[in-house]
């Protein structure tokens, strides 16, 4: 008998698990950038963008606390790429966003205590400091964003707008 109970609880707890869905994005959310001059659509090319605490130094991800990627390297975000081929429509690395600048932090990031930083490599552009908010995280998993859904404030899952001002 208790070894029918056993084989019973380990089939159930087998079910119960295979039904379980994970969803591709889980424990990781993105900040993304949409960064340009007034007036222009396109986002500028060759900006570095950084994460910075409240003296503007850049954030490191030590032992991957902030990130799963580039641990031990201070947090900077890549412009977003196509990925498609030739006569496709086009497709991006980080699907929900078009030429911006995206970084992957963990969900449990504490967006609210942290800055970005837009620095022109070129020179051509300001430098612009701009404090960052929970709701700036794009969290794509349904559970998560369901819990988001039912806050009251800004929304989650859309692009921190930046204009660029010139020199």
């Known amino acids: 008998m208790k070894r029918l109970y056993s084989s019973f609880f380990l089939l ?7 039904q379980i869905q994970h969803c591709g994005y889980d424990f990781t959310s993105y900040i993304v950038v949409n960064v340009h001059e007034n007036g222009k659509t396109e986002n500028e090319k060759d900006l570095k963008i950084t994460i910075v605490n409240e003296n503007e130094i850049e954030v490191i991800n030590i032992n991957n606390m902030y990130s799963w990627n580039n641990s031990n390297q201070p947090l900077t975000f890549k412009q977003n790429y196509l990925i498609n081929k030739e006569e496709e429509k086009d497709r991006y690395f980080f699907p929900y966003a078009k030429d911006n600048y995206f970084i992957s932090v963990s969900n449990t990031f504490p967006a609210s205590t942290f800055s ?9 552009f300001k430098t612009q400091i701009i404090p960052l908010q929970s709701y700036n995280m794009y969290i794509l998993c349904s559970s998560e964003n369901e819990k988001q859904s039912r806050q009251f ?15």
């Open 116 to 124: 970005i930083k837009i620095e022109d490599v070129s020179g051509i």
């Open 12 to 18: 159930f707890s087998l079910i119960t698990f295979s």
């Open 153 to 167: 404030g800004p929304r989650t899952n859309r692009p921190i707008e930046v204009i660029l001002e010139r020199k």
